[in-house]
């Protein structure tokens, strides 16, 4: 956002009437989401491994540890997904979308992405924030904006006018309880927590106005006033940080708030951007949404959705009872050993006698030697250690971390395993997987389409330079002009792959993929030669057929290539000529013709040695040593057409 961005202009008590609005919705989604939030408490510290400080049951400083399921599931899966997404460059592929569009101007757009992502956001850190925040809690929010400021280092003032992204804490995003999406709903607020100082200097720079009517009302402590919650100070809590004098960090909160409202009384809404401090009621900003995009800043992944909801399931959510019941499960094991391993001693009545102190060897002089006898208060039972692993069998079902996902072999087959085996459950288990990859790439094409949005609508000029290599010039990334139809004239992809897959895996598949195209490659060719050797005068309807084969191997190829998930299916399979894609139509008694080309059996049962070597579907093996030779391949006739010439 910048100074020049277009004001709202409505009477101080409008606006003072939608400030009050505003505040009583936001109020009221607070107070709706408020059991919510003491969940997204008791996740944190889930994730976090904190219980309660001390038990008291069944007796004082008991067994108190918590189980690493959760965290486990949630960093296997993150790890995964960030090699996934990260390993590949460029992140996003562009492709055209209509007839016209210039695939030099696709390669430009890849290109200038990459370097933005790369050189101006650092893609990576806001990313694994990010999805890291969307694999615990469900849902994670990146806000992708303009930012606009100004700072001096030393007596020279630098200004940063470029895209930004920021990664919204779950708490801090607000909304109404009964929204389906973050562009639908009517308003969307987030919370900011930032210092007086940073305010000053933004109405300095002319975005914020009314700054010193907000100086009398500091934010006292991290805990919600209206509902309680206290999500930020969990987070400290869990991180052992105190914050022994609020007033000192000198914190104001302020909402910004993404409101559809119709400001002229003419019966539309307009997008706006209200930015106000609730406790006192002032107004900071209010504009015209300023992005030409249209489209909130927000950007929402999810890990496993709801139906018309915001806020989806996450792996803490999943396993929140199972890790409660692993827990007790383990807690109560080892205070079972606990009892087992105390050696009592029990005596006789008549028989009490000072023994001292026990140790190792120390010999009990006795009247009578069953005067003192040992015992112990419990037995070690393996029902309990029964009923732990079948909770931990549940919850790899549940988030399908299974031991093969850790990297581990099967605690079941061990050393029994076959390849073939391990790989076909590596493969089943990531269909899971997949459905989550899949959320993330859509979040990230929408991200990448507001980055470009912005950067032509903002600074449409940008120009990276990069090395060119020994003895070459820098190269120029720009933006391609006319992008007003971005998203209709371009198809941004996210180029990550499977999560199902390692590097050795994938080296594998890309090395049968090579094979198996090879192959069919070298059958197309077999059948080119055949119909353009100029030896063999081959009918029409016969070149129309074998056309007709071409395209369909064609179409195979193209489906062998999806099947091994390869999203840009044009960059491995050669365009087929106009020639073959327009030659359609074939007579049924071209068959036997084809029989006869590809050294199948004629009517009276033989083979046709003329083609031998030559066969159009045969292995790789029998590159055509016939193919070429004078009258090579040459059928004697083909069915209802006589002989050929």
Not at 411 to 430: C, M, N, P, V
């Amino acid at each position: 956002m910048e100074p020049n961005d277009k004001n709202v202009k409505v009477t101080i008590e409008k606006e003072k009437e939608v400030i009050k609005w505003l505040t009583t919705q936001i109020n009221t989604a607070l107070h709706d989401r408020q059991d919510l939030e003491l969940r997204w408490e008791k996740w944190i510290k889930q994730y976090e491994e904190v219980l309660p400080k001390s038990k008291t049951f069944p007796w004082e400083n008991c067994s108190n540890i918590s189980v690493p399921i959760t965290p486990i599931a949630v960093e296997t899966i993150h790890a995964r997904e960030m090699n996934a997404i990260f390993s590949i460059r460029p992140f996003i592929q562009v492709k055209p979308k209509k007839k016209g569009v210039d695939r030099e101007d696709c390669s430009r757009l890849e290109r200038f992405l990459d370097q933005i992502f790369t050189n101006v956001l650092d893609l990576y850190k806001y990313g694994a924030q990010w999805l890291l925040e969307k694999n615990k809690m469900g849902t994670g929010f990146l806000k992708c904006y303009w930012n606009f400021d100004k700072k001096k280092k030393g007596e020279k003032l630098v200004t940063k006018d470029q895209a930004a992204l920021t990664v919204i804490d779950i708490e801090d995003l607000i909304f109404p309880v009964n929204a389906k999406d973050l562009e639908s709903c009517q308003w969307v607020a987030q919370s900011i927590i930032t210092s007086l100082e940073k305010l000053t200097c933004k109405e300095k720079l002319g975005i914020y106005k009314n700054v010193n009517d907000i100086k009398s009302f500091p934010k006292a402590q991290t805990a919600d006033e209206d509902t309680g919650s206290d999500v930020k100070g969990t987070k400290d809590s869990v991180e052992k940080l105190a914050r022994t004098s609020q007033a000192a960090l000198g914190e104001y909160q302020i909402h910004e708030v993404w409101l559809d409202y119709d400001v002229d009384n003419d019966g539309y809404e307009e997008r706006t951007l209200l930015t106000f401090h609730k406790p006192s009621g002032t107004k900071l900003r209010w504009i015209y949404a300023p992005y030409d995009h249209g489209r909130r800043p927000f950007i929402d992944d999810k890990y496993q959705e709801r139906v018309n909801r915001i806020y989806a399931k996450g792996i803490c959510e999943i396993s929140e009872y199972l890790q409660d019941g692993i827990n007790t499960v383990f807690n109560q094991a080892i205070d079972n050993m606990t009892i087992a391993n105390v050696k009592c001693f029990k005596g006789r009545k008549s028989a009490r006698k000072d023994i001292g102190k026990i140790f190792p060897g120390k010999v009990f002089w006795l009247d009578d030697p069953t005067d003192i006898e040992e015992f112990l208060l419990g037995e070690v039972h393996q029902s309990n250690f029964v009923l732990h692993d079948l909770l931990r069998d549940y919850h790899e079902r549940r988030t399908k971390v299974t031991d093969y996902t850790l990297g581990k072999e099967s605690s079941i087959l061990k050393s029994r395993a076959t390849a073939t085996g391990t790989l076909a459950l590596l493969q089943e288990s990531g269909r899971h997987f997949d459905l989550i990859i899949n959320n993330t790439r859509k979040a990230l094409v929408e991200l990448s389409y507001q980055i470009i949005e912005l950067y032509a609508q903002y600074d449409p000029s940008k120009i990276f330079l990069i090395d060119g290599g020994k003895e070459q010039e820098a190269i120029e990334i720009s933006l391609p002009n006319n992008l007003e139809n971005l998203r209709e004239e371009y198809d941004f992809y996210c180029t990550a792959t499977s999560l199902i897959v390692n590097k050795e895996i994938e080296k594998q598949t890309n090395l049968m993929l090579t094979q198996q195209l090879g192959g069919i490659f070298q059958q197309m060719l077999k059948l080119l030669m055949v119909v353009f050797n100029p030896q063999m005068q081959l009918p029409e309807e016969v070149k129309s057929f074998i056309f007709s084969l071409l395209r369909s191997y064609a179409k195979m190829s193209e489906d062998l290539i999806r099947s091994f998930e390869k999203i840009d299916v044009e960059s491995y399979l050669p365009e087929l000529p106009d020639v073959i894609k327009k030659a359609y139509g074939q007579d049924k008694n071209m068959i036997d013709v084809i029989k006869q080309l590809i050294g199948g059996a004629d009517e009276q049962g033989g083979g046709n040695p003329a083609l031998e070597g030559a066969n159009p579907f045969g292995g790789m093996e029998g590159a055509g040593t016939g193919v070429g030779k004078p009258g090579a391949g040459l059928p004697q006739s083909y069915p209802g057409g006589g002989p050929i010439t």
